[in-house]
């Protein structure tokens, strides 16, 4: 189990327009607000919305929170009761360095996707460094989040950014103190910054872009107040504060870099950004779509030196903080020295983007007029795309996946079911019957039907020999059918079937005379059934055909667990297909690719088949070791 911290951080959240300000101003009990922004800030649809209540502007926040921009903003909030900032993450943090120290209620309208709104966090610059701190006494009250207000933000600007938010939301899956909720918050954010970027470079207003990005930008700094941060803001922080490099355009560039650091350390949380992303690289991921929305890829187009790269190693790895990486000075310098030179994480062999063909295919789709058909087709189209461009298959491997399914079909008979049998080992079958069946819990566990089932087996009588002389151990078995409230269910259908002590199936034996060890009852009128077979025994399936042929070549075993089949079905009662495994028999457990080749073994139909000795329940003289099998079976009224 991994441990984890959650905490939630009282902030309110409106989305909705600018004009809300000043009914969140009275919400706060307050009368005199200094508005903050940038130089460059429209704040006009603000500064109406306040009317009386504005008392006072600064317009001077600046990159990386300088202190002494906070102490001359000090000045204008001496006779303020509420701040109320208009812009991106400069002002935010202004409205933040204020708040720390004066405790005055914050209320914030984002121009930029930021997402700095919603932490407690704070970063001052003063003397060249870049510090970080966080209370809850920095986190705004309020938080309006106005479309409008980021509409006709250049594209530039939105494009890093988006990244700078996308940055919080990716070193969130990795961190220490990832969790569950943080997890699901920053995926999505993810999901909607790389869908809505490529929007803006066809139309920049895009009021749907707009809003995902806005969306965004809020779960990532949910993100961002959930977990501690890692490298990826270590660097950003450094490179800002120490070199004056542009904030968001840092985080830009280097955000693939970290990553590709981080890589190898983060495997799980890397895989989850490259399937949201679509792509198959993570890193080069990020990388190209910075790259194909127009944004900066190096730090040298920045302006930073690379001479100056030692000297931000040895900042950046000064003090110690959580990274899924260890984090060496020669490592940093390196990462340093490829984002310098805007180098493509993973080299410069890209796969090409396959989202043109999967968006014309789902397409000729549209007219299906099954709805449940159309989402089973199309996104079987979705899934086998990414599967081809994340593998990066060449056509001689699909030529040998259409070779393979070709001679499938071709081994497939009446009483061959190889495509059954190519399901079950590659644990589709089972998959698809947990999915099934796996939503009643009161009910019996289900099984595989696998791929040696004959429609239409031969009745037999209560008390029959279903062996029919064949050797084995023999074993009696007594079985109860009743719903799920424990009532009996009579003149239920049941089927059986099993191998023989060799692991063969009847439809396995040409020679033998008829079917034999499969058979066809029905329960009496207190929903009993009782026959004669003998002991399960673990067998092979079959590995003569393409499947056998696959398993060999991974390196598999093709042994299933000894079991017994079963096949209930009673008119107005779900039906219900399940197998009941011999408790201590082989391949049970799945540890070490050890279990069932099928993945067909469900613990709760883990059995005991009793030993016994001496006197049998209907009389049958038996000389020596037979085995007993009680069971009730539970199935439920549809």
């Not at 209540?53 to 921009?69: I, N, Q, S, Y």
Request: proline share 7%; with cysteine.
């Amino acid at each position: 189990m991994r441990n984890f911290v959650y905490s939630t951080h009282p902030a309110r959240v409106v989305f909705g327009p600018a004009a809300k300000v000043r009914e969140e101003v009275e919400r706060l009990g307050a009368t005199r607000v200094l508005l903050l922004s940038s130089r460059s800030a429209n704040v006009e649809p603000v500064r109406s919305a306040l009317g009386p209540l504005l008392a006072a502007e600064f317009d001077g926040a600046v990159m990386h929170t300088p202190v002494e921009v906070t102490e001359q903003a000090l000045e204008s909030a001496k006779e303020a009761d509420c701040l109320v900032a208009v812009g991106g993450g400069s002002t935010t943090g202004l409205a933040k360095a204020l708040a720390a120290r004066t405790d005055l209620p914050q209320v914030i309208l984002p121009t930029t996707y930021a997402g700095s709104e919603v932490t407690p966090v704070l970063g001052e610059t003063e003397n060249g460094r870049k510090t970080t701190r966080s209370s809850e006494t920095i986190l705004p009250e309020t938080v309006i989040y106005d479309v409008e207000l980021t509409r006709y933000l250049p594209v530039p600007l939105s494009v890093t950014s988006a990244l700078n938010a996308m940055a919080h939301a990716v070193e969130a899956l990795y961190s220490p103190q990832a969790n569950p909720v943080v997890e699901v918050m920053a995926l999505d954010a993810i999901k909607r910054i790389a869908r809505s970027l490529p929007v803006l470079a066809a139309e920049p207003s895009d009021v749907d872009a707009r809003t995902d990005l806005l969306e965004a930008a809020w779960l990532a700094g949910m993100c961002l107040a959930g977990v501690g941060m890692g490298l990826h803001h270590k660097l950003c922080h450094t490179l800002g504060g120490s070199f004056d490099l542009p904030h968001a355009e840092t985080h830009t560039v280097v955000l693939p870099h970290a990553m590709a650091y981080n890589a190898s350390a983060a495997p799980e949380a890397m895989a989850r950004i490259a399937e949201v992303l679509g792509v198959t690289d993570a890193p080069s991921g990020v990388f190209d779509l910075i790259k194909n929305a127009g944004g900066p890829t190096s730090l040298r187009e920045l302006g930073f030196a690379e001479s100056d790269i030692a000297k931000a190693a040895e900042l950046a790895t000064a003090k110690p903080y959580p990274n899924p990486r260890e984090l060496t000075r020669d490592g940093i310098e390196e990462l340093l020295h490829a984002a310098w030179r805007g180098d493509r994480p993973g080299g410069g062999h890209t796969i090409p983007d396959l989202g043109w063909l999967t968006a014309q295919v789902v397409a000729s789709f549209d007219r299906t007029p099954d709805q449940r058909v159309k989402q089973l087709v199309t996104d079987l189209v979705r899934h086998l795309h990414h599967y081809l461009a994340k593998n990066d298959v060449t056509q001689e491997e699909w030529h040998y996946a259409i070779e393979l399914l070709t001679r499938t079909g071709h081994i497939t008979t009446d009483t061959r079911q190889e495509f059954v049998l190519l399901s079950d080992v590659l644990g589709v079958s089972s998959a698809v019957d947990v999915l099934t069946n796996s939503r009643t819990p009161d009910t019996t566990a289900s099984a595989v039907l696998g791929p040696f089932y004959v429609e239409g087996p031969p009745a037999a009588e209560h008390g029959t020999d279903i062996a029919r002389g064949l050797p084995g151990t023999p074993l009696w078995v007594d079985v109860l059918v009743t719903d799920t409230e424990g009532k009996p269910v009579p003149d239920t259908v049941v089927d059986v079937w099993q191998s023989n002590e060799d692991g063969f199936y009847d439809v396995q034996l040409p020679d033998l005379d008829g079917p034999v060890l499969r058979a066809r009852f029905h329960t009496d009128g207190e929903g009993r059934l009782r026959f004669w077979s003998i002991l399960p025994s673990e067998y092979p399936i079959p590995d003569d055909g393409p499947v056998g042929q696959m398993l060999v070549a991974t390196r598999r075993h093709p042994w299933r667990a000894p079991h017994l089949h079963f096949m209930l079905l009673k008119p107005g009662y779900s039906q219900l297909i399940t197998q009941l495994f011999v408790r201590g028999g082989p391949y049970l457990d799945a540890a070490g690719g050890r279990g069932d080749t099928v993945f067909g073994v469900k613990d709760e139909l883990v059995v005991d088949f009793v030993p016994q000795q001496g006197a049998t329940p209907d009389g049958r003289v038996i000389d020596g070791e037979w085995r007993r099998l009680d069971f009730t079976f539970k199935i439920a009224q549809e």
